[in-house]
């Protein structure tokens, strides 16, 4: 079994099938659990396979239990019980309960501001698949005397690809979140990065490249050899706490653990910082042109990368700074003034 293709970062795949990379068993039951496009009935046929290699495998038991007293084989079996009362209960006719959908198309993302309600999943499921160019929907089940919720996520066609439950003490469906892998990557100290992760449509104003990040750690990176940076650069005090801390969280650690950090940019100016949602292994190399503010992205990260110096790196942000100033001033005060600003010296509205 290729479980590469359960990840959903293309370059993490890529690199991975290019070194012959071997799955542990934790590791591959976090990158199927984690794929967005595999269907329910492809990750069980994933997880069968991965049993049939690691037949009598222990699962080590980690933070709040999970997995405790379980191996691959037991944890599995009682994993595909509780997704099968939970399909049938968000479908089960008759409950004090309503349903709303979340809708999804790539074009736009995930649409989560359609309130209306229904009485059955059915009802709700062919609403929702009605919709103009949906691919998938999320039917949510909501009890009314306690609020709790049971979803599924279906593609247009009713193949469920996801089934989950606002149960957080639930330590069996949840056992996944305590998982913490470290997984090979190609990214380099300096690369420009992107998580690959759905669009959420709604009215946030939303920056250009606010999640792109010139990247600077990832929680695995120890030395030189492994990330391919100057040590002098790395966040942290020392390689051996570095160290410690990683054999720390190979221990006990759990997803949260997994983040990214690097230069982020901001309305006011970059910032060094840690990622909030997405691990590592969401990472993409970020492949298209950057542009107005953008730019200074591509300067940090030559900077990493030894191609320019400090001086260079500065009077390139503070020249992108200004640009781009001078743009927005354009666009918003001096529109149709050329000839007048022409007049004074100043010329027309060019990056």
Not at 209 to 231: I, R
Request: proline share 2%; with cysteine.
């Amino acid at each position: 079994m290729d479980f590469t293709k359960f990840l959903n970062s293309k370059d993490i795949a890529e690199h991975l099938r290019k070194i012959n990379y071997v799955f542990s068993p934790e590791e591959a039951l976090y990158v199927i659990h984690g794929s967005r496009s595999a269907s329910l009935a492809e990750k069980r046929g994933a997880y069968v396979d991965l049993l049939a290699q690691h037949p009598d495998h222990k699962l080590k038991e980690r933070r709040f239990q999970a997995f405790k007293d379980h191996t691959l084989e037991s944890f599995l079996n009682a994993y595909f019980k509780k997704q099968d009362a939970l399909i049938e209960e968000c479908k089960r006719a008759g409950d004090d309960a309503v349903y709303f959908f979340h809708s999804y198309n790539s074009a736009e993302g995930w649409n989560r501001d359609d309130h209306s309600l229904f009485h059955t999943f059915d009802e709700c499921f062919f609403a929702a698949k009605d919709e103009d160019g949906v691919e998938k929907a999320e039917v949510v089940k909501q009890f009314l005397s306690d609020g709790r919720t049971v979803s599924l996520t279906l593609l247009s066609s009713g193949t469920i690809l996801d089934v989950d439950t606002s149960e957080q003490d639930d330590v069996l469906f949840h056992a996944f979140e305590m998982l913490y892998v470290e997984i090979p990557t190609p990214f380099r100290f300096g690369d420009i990065v992107k998580p690959a992760r759905e669009k959420v449509w709604d009215a946030k104003f939303h920056a250009p490249y606010e999640d792109v990040v010139v990247l600077t750690d990832l929680p695995h990176w120890v030395g030189e050899a492994v990330s391919g940076c100057d040590p002098r650069e790395r966040r942290g005090n020392t390689e051996a706490a570095r160290e410690r801390l990683r054999k720390r969280h190979l221990a006990e650690g759990d997803e949260t653990d997994m983040l990214y950090a690097g230069y982020f940019l901001t309305e006011h100016g970059f910032v060094s910082d840690h990622s909030v949602w997405n691990t590592y292994l969401d990472l993409e190399y970020f492949r298209e042109a950057l542009s107005g503010r953008g730019r200074i992205l591509k300067a940090i990260s030559l900077y990493f990368q030894r191609e320019i110096n400090l001086e260079t790196l500065f009077a390139s942000v503070r020249a992108i700074e200004a640009e781009e100033t001078k743009h927005a001033l354009w666009e918003s005060s001096l529109q149709g003034c050329d000839a007048q600003m022409a007049k004074i010296g100043i010329s027309g509205n060019k990056r």
